[in-house]
C-alpha cells in the first residue's frame, strides 16, 4: 500500500459531462501529481502541485482542472468529456517540491474513467 | 527532447534472470527510476539510482547504468511468476519533471 488514496476506483460517463476526481497523499507529502494513462500515450504527465500552490504543468487539456486544498488533498476536474478521455488517471505523491533531490514518487491505484 | 524508450515485451522462464532495458535522452538527469505496475494496480517504486553511480543491487535486483550511453537496465534474478507485471523505467530531469517511458511487460512462464 502506497498510502495514496483515490477514489473513486472507477467511473462510467457520457460523452460531454463533467467528473471531478479525488486524491489525498501520502501522510507528510506536499506535491501531488496527476498522470493520464491510455493504452495509445502511455503515461502522460499533467500536473503538479506543491503546498497547494501549482508547480509544473504538463499536457494537460484546457478542459481539464486541478487543485490542491488546505488539507493537500487534490482533485482533478475534467469536463466537456470526449471517449478519447477514456483512460487510467493516476495520483501520486511525494514529499518534495521535485527539482534534483531524490524524492520519489508515490502512486495511487487510479481511477479508471470510460466515457461512452 | 526528453525521451525515454523501453522494449514492449518480455517473456523468461520462471528461475530465470530477466533483463529489462531503458535509454534515455536526457543527459541532464538526476535520477533514474523503475517501477512496477500490476494489474489493476497503481506504480509501485521498486528501485533508483543516482546518475553519479553505475550500479545498484537491492536483493533480487540490480540496477546497471550506463550514463555515456544513456542506457539504464533492471536485472531480476531467479524470476517468478510473480513478477509478471509491467515494468517502467523513469527519468528525473532537472526540472524535476518524472518521464516515463512507455513499459515493457514481462511475461514469466513456469
Known amino acids: 500500500d502506497s498510502g495514496v488514496t483515490q477514489t473513486p476506483k472507477h467511473l462510467i460517463t457520457a460523452t460531454g459531462q463533467r467528473v471531478t476526481l479525488r486524491c489525498s497523499p501520502r501522510s507528510g507529502d506536499l506535491s501531488v501529481y496527476w498522470y493520464q494513462q491510455s493504452l495509445d500515450q502511455g503515461l502522460q504527465f499533467l500536473i503538479q502541485y506543491y503546498n497547494g500552490e501549482e508547480r509544473a504543468k504538463g499536457n494537460i487539456l484546457e478542459r481539464f482542472s486541478a487543485q490542491q486544498f488546505p488539507d493537500l488533498h487534490s482533485e482533478l476536474n475534467l469536463s466537456s468529456l470526449e471517449l478519447g478521455d477514456s483512460a487510467l488517471y493516476f495520483c501520486a505523491s511525494s514529499v518534495g517540491r521535485g527539482g534534483g533531490n531524490n524524492s520519489p514518487l508515490h502512486f495511487g491505484n487510479g481511477t479508471r474513467l470510460t466515457v461512452t | 527532447g526528453e525521451d525515454v524508450e523501453q522494449s514492449l515485451f518480455l517473456s523468461v522462464r520462471e528461475g530465470d534472470s530477466s533483463v529489462i532495458n531503458c535509454t534515455y535522452t536526457d543527459s541532464s538527469s538526476t535520477y533514474l527510476y523503475w517501477y512496477k505496475q500490476e494489474p489493476g494496480a497503481g506504480l509501485q517504486l521498486l528501485t533508483y539510482?543516482?546518475?553519479?553511480?553505475d550500479m545498484k543491487q537491492d536483493q533480487r535486483l540490480t540496477v546497471l547504468l550506463n550514463k555515456k550511453d544513456k542506457h539504464l537496465s533492471l536485472r531480476i534474478a531467479d524470476t517468478q511468476t510473480g513478477d509478471s507485471a509491467i515494468y517502467f523505467c523513469a527519468e528525473k530531469n532537472q526540472g524535476g519533471k518524472l518521464i516515463f517511458g512507455q513499459g515493457t511487460e514481462l511475461s514469466v512462464k513456469p
Open positions: 539510482i543516482f546518475s553519479n553511480m
